[in-house]
């Protein structure tokens, strides 16, 4: 499937060029020229080879959870039902954690109808999720895809599926071969994968485009007064620098500040993202991973070349990202987790701590980024009145 | 999925035309819209008629927040955002800034002001900040030049838009409860102990006669409209960085109708949740039956149906905040930071764009 998805990938970027002529005329110019302007090359390479791989990944990965979750439920003997039950929450691991590379990536499809709700309805505070899925479960209606799209997003996407899976009650593996409502759960299961994918799929042909028709990846990397979202190459490079200072922001707030709290005495186990299945640091560290691609362009020209390229800013600030990004990943590797237990436990409060401080001096660094360029993030929405 | 497909084309259409307001007849002009814009580090004043484009661009020296025009004439104000000291007094005509009012020394506005019926009397939130931040409603008599007259204490901290009831002598005040001081910028100094609440006090007496408080002691109520019926619907902004440990989804927008309490309008977790805490401007329509409110952080626009106070409808439209009634269509419109204008009915429809202008947080409708 993965290898299907990149060749599929790879025509519709070559057909993309096809269709855009005066790009191609565009691109033959730069060629005589010599040297290719810095924004077209820094937005291309973003949309094409650091942003549409994500959503392959995690399409890829979704594909093959419902895969495995209709043989798990097709599995009759109790010990291969066991063992798919463990592949999937391997699987939903992977999943989970290719959804959290494309979770901190504010702008595209995503955002729109919900979407994002659609895949990770996150936080869950009222743990809506046991009450609605325990309810859809208990009810008469036909458990299909179709009922989960048009259902409460609590019921939807890979929260559902991690309470689906890893729940000490609703994810027992018993539920699913005893009782009245085994066979029920496990269409619910079924549903659920088969929605998420129908969504990754979604995103991911709305992002790379599709036979016909040029995808958000075009939109974002040809600004232009007649490109509907992105009038400018400003526009585009702001929606780049919002997702590092949000995307990070987030990381070290909702994933990791509220939970770990003031002190030990005040640590939120359930806040985690992702505690029931205990994948929390993980999830964490790909969104850092993705932030960092983002940055350094994933092996192509990224934004820090960019920057180095234009010379607008400082050369210091850029060092000290650069440091800031070593900094926070030298401190993931001195955490082992799981954190769900560590939280509690005072022993393990100081390295937690030490985190949320270097993602704080990574954000704060970031945060620079704007206003040396000269570019501003939002206007009423950066606003307070 | 239509919608979108809807919004793409109208997003398409509007960047090279300018649609027609459906249902327009010949003989009455587009109303004109007045909204404070920012362009790069220019604030400036504007006045916008749909159809025809800018009208008039004022560069002012402070940014201002609300417009509202004066009964009975053509004169608009724009009144600075906290913590600003000015208010423009402009000519929509002419496109002309008339004349300029300041504040009391140790004083500041903030953003909104609202005429009496008559359009004589100005009523003006100000922060009296050398005064642990009092609120007071400043009167200035615009038959006498927009001299200042009298002002109410309201005994709390932080008024923000208000607006005059059907009766014609009671206003309705939402009471921020936030304290800040010119001298520490825009921080918020007490959100520990902060206290908003819905006012209403009477223009005669300049008394407080009703208090209404916010049902979450970090719920700030800033922003409001009132229906004919006396409905009175407010939007709040939830302190999140007094609530690092909490992640509220509860309302943000709320009725109040005669003596009850406020009612927060119903819609689910996800749709407040997509409001991101932030509400900037409340609208009602003419006959108090639906209104809409903007979230520029979570960049949704919301339609409530009044009477059943329900969520009616959610759009996305990115850094949206000013919103308006156009009564000849019956429908309303929005601005938002890149300088888009929409109408928003059954349908959202891009209707112009202001290319290089960021429309501010609150827009007026002339009609």
């Not at chain 1, 048009?150 to 689906?164: C, D, F, N, R």
């Not at chain 1, 005893?178 to 029920?184: D, F, K, L, V």
């Not at chain 1, 850092?288 to 010379?311: H, I, K, P, S």
């Not at chain 2, 339609?303 to 329900?310: A, F, S, V, Y």
Request: hydrophobic share 40%; charged share 20%; glycine share 8%.
């Amino acid at each position: 499937m993965i290898g299907t998805n990149q060749i599929s990938l790879q025509a519709l970027k070559k057909s993309s060029w096809l269709r855009w002529p005066l790009l191609a005329v565009f691109a033959l110019t730069l060629a005589a020229c010599g040297k290719e302007p810095a924004e077209p090359k820094l937005l291309a390479h973003t949309a094409h080879e650091v942003i549409v791989p994500l959503y392959a990944t995690l399409d890829a990965e979704a594909v093959k959870q419902r895969e495995l979750s209709q043989a798990f439920c097709q599995a009759v003997e109790s010990d291969q039902q066991q063992s798919l039950k463990q592949q999937l929450q391997n699987q939903w691991r992977a999943t989970m954690s290719a959804w959290a590379g494309v979770q901190p990536i504010g702008f595209g499809p995503l955002d729109d109808g919900n979407l994002r709700w659609k895949l990770q309805f996150w936080p869950d505070r009222k743990d809506l999720a046991r009450k609605k899925i325990e309810a859809l479960i208990a009810s008469d209606d036909e458990l299909t895809a179709a009922r989960v799209a048009s259902a409460s997003v609590s019921v939807q996407g890979l929260a559902a599926l991690e309470y689906l899976l890893f729940d000490t009650s609703g994810g027992a593996l018993d539920g699913y071969q005893n009782g009245e409502q085994a066979s029920r759960r496990c269409l619910l299961l079924q549903a659920v994968a088969e929605r998420v994918q129908q969504v990754t799929r979604r995103l991911l042909n709305e992002w790379s485009g599709e036979i016909n028709k040029p995808g958000y990846a075009d939109t974002y990397s040809q600004p232009g007064a007649d490109n509907p979202l992105y009038q400018n190459n400003n526009a585009a490079i702001a929606a780049l620098l919002d997702t590092l200072v949000v995307g990070s922001e987030v990381v070290k707030r909702n994933k990791l500040g509220i939970p770990v709290g003031k002190d030990v005495g005040h640590a939120k186990p359930y806040r985690l993202e992702a505690w029931r299945s205990q994948h929390s640091l993980t999830l964490m560290r790909a969104s850092v991973t993705t932030l960092e691609q983002l940055y350094r362009g994933n092996g192509g020209f990224g934004l820090q070349d960019y920057l180095l390229e234009a010379t607008k800013v400082d050369a210091a600030l850029l060092r000290d990202i650069d440091e800031s990004f070593k900094a926070v990943n030298a401190q993931f590797t001195q955490i082992e987790g799981p954190l769900f237990t560590q939280l509690k436990r005072p022993e393990y409060h100081a390295p937690l701590v030490e985190l949320h401080r270097r993602l704080n001096v990574l954000q704060s660094n970031l945060n620079k980024l704007p206003d040396s360029l000269g570019i501003t993030l939002g206007f009423n929405s950066n606003d307070g009145d | 999925m239509h919608r979108r497909k809807f919004l793409q084309l109208a997003m398409a259409g509007g960047a090279l035309s300018v649609l027609p307001l459906a249902g327009c007849g010949t003989k009455s002009p587009q109303p004109l819209l007045l909204s404070g814009s920012d362009n790069g580090d220019q604030h400036t004043l504007c006045g916008w008629q749909l159809g025809q484009g800018e009208r008039f661009r004022l560069p002012v020296e402070q940014r201002v927040h609300a417009p509202l025009m004066r009964p009975y004439s053509q004169q608009a104000v724009f009144v600075a955002r906290r913590p600003g000291t000015l208010i423009y007094v402009v000519d929509v005509q002419q496109g002309v800034i008339e004349q300029q009012l300041s504040a009391l020394p140790d004083r500041h506005f903030y953003g909104h002001a609202i005429f009496s019926t008559n359009g004589r009397w100005l009523y003006v939130p100000e922060n009296a900040y050398a005064e642990q931040g009092r609120g007071k409603i400043g009167v200035y008599d615009a038959a006498a030049g927009f001299q200042r007259v009298q002002e109410f204490d309201l005994g709390g901290i932080g008024p923000h838009q208000l607006a005059l009831m059907p009766d014609g002598f009671t206003l309705a005040i939402a009471l921020g409860g936030i304290q800040t001081h010119p001298e520490h910028s825009r921080d918020k100094l007490n959100l520990d102990r902060m206290r908003s609440a819905l006012l209403y006090l009477d223009t005669r007496s300049g008394q407080v006669t009703a208090r209404f408080d916010a049902p979450h002691r970090h719920v700030s109520l800033r922003h409001l409209d009132v229906a004919k019926d006396g409905t009175v619907m407010v939007g709040a902004q939830f302190q999140s960085s007094a609530n690092p440990d909490e992640s509220y989804t509860g309302p943000l927008v709320f009725t109040q109708r005669g003596k009850h309490g406020l009612q927060a309008l119903q819609a689910s977790d996800e749709s407040w949740q997509a409001q991101k805490h932030y509400i900037a401007s409340v609208v009602m329509n003419n006959s108090g039956t639906l209104a809409i409110t903007t979230s520029p952080r979570g960049g949704v626009v919301n339609i409530w149906q009044l009477g059943e106070d329900r969520l009616l409808k959610q759009y996305r439209v990115k850094d949206v905040a000013g919103a308006g009634y156009l009564p000849a269509e019956g429908g309303f419109v929005v601005s938002n930071g890149l300088g888009q204008l929409f109408s928003v009915s059954d349908e959202l429809q891009l209707l112009e764009h202001a290319v290089s202008t960021r429309w501010d947080n609150h827009l007026l409708v002339n009609v």
